[in-house]
């Protein structure tokens, strides 16, 4: 699996949009780009998923770059319940999810 | 509907003990996962289940450990002679599809085991 990189803390106000960066430098073609996030004492939750086009959802949108070694989640009016843990995880489809320490996003009022 | 759920939400055992840990996965998913999540970590997975069948182990830090999933639906995870090092918490997770990683996967609450 490639190995990804995030920043381990962020803040963002309430109702402002929330962009999680994550860099994949190494991501192989057959790669997809998966995001879950992780409530305080609740397992993790599926956000989002993509390969190299962008996607959008009722909870996020995934931005990956071109060259596909970097991409962002974002949320895009952050509330106080979105306060999480959240896991950018680069997989292919053989092979376990390796969720790293992912990034603290603490919402603001 | 109903999610993954997990019991005992908290176990506490002393060192050497054998303990048991259920999950009831989602009613259909052909999937189950076994996780391990120290405090401060993200997860890191223990074993992989299509149905009855386990597929992958090789996150099983020791002999110690064992799953099963005998009728392909509720998995046990097992730890015999725990020690201090396996406190954590085990999250167990459930995918409609299989055999592959590449689904979405359905998490429970997890159980917090404490070993003194």
């Known amino acids: ?109 | 509907g109903a999610g993954v759920s997990q019991s005992p939400r908290y176990k506490v055992a002393k060192r050497g003990q054998d303990v048991a840990l259920r999950c009831d996965p989602i009613s259909g998913h052909v999937s189950l996962f076994w996780y391990q999540q120290a405090l401060g970590q993200g997860p890191e997975f223990l074993t992989y289940f299509q149905n009855e069948a386990q597929l992958d182990k090789s996150g099983l830090p020791s002999d110690r450990f064992f799953a099963e999933r005998p009728e392909g639906s509720v998995s046990t995870l097992k730890i015999q002679r725990t020690q201090k090092e396996d406190s954590a918490v085990y999250l167990c997770a459930s995918s409609p599809s299989g055999p592959s990683f590449g689904y979405e996967q359905y998490f429970g609450p997890g159980t917090r085991l404490t070993v003194t």
């Open chain 1, 1 to 109: 699996d490639a190995k990804t990189t995030q920043p381990p803390s962020m803040d963002c106000a309430e109702g402002r949009a929330a962009n999680l960066p994550c860099n994949h430098s190494t991501i192989s073609g057959n790669e997809y780009v998966y995001w879950y996030r992780q409530i305080h004492s609740q397992g993790p939750q599926y956000i989002i998923h993509g390969l190299k086009n962008n996607e959008t959802n009722e909870m996020a949108s995934l931005i990956i770059t071109e060259d596909r070694k970097s991409s962002t989640l974002i949320l895009p009016h952050a509330t106080l319940r979105d306060t999480a843990v959240y896991y950018c995880i680069a997989l292919s489809g053989n092979t376990p999810l390796v969720f790293g320490k992912g990034t603290r996003l603490s919402v603001i009022a």
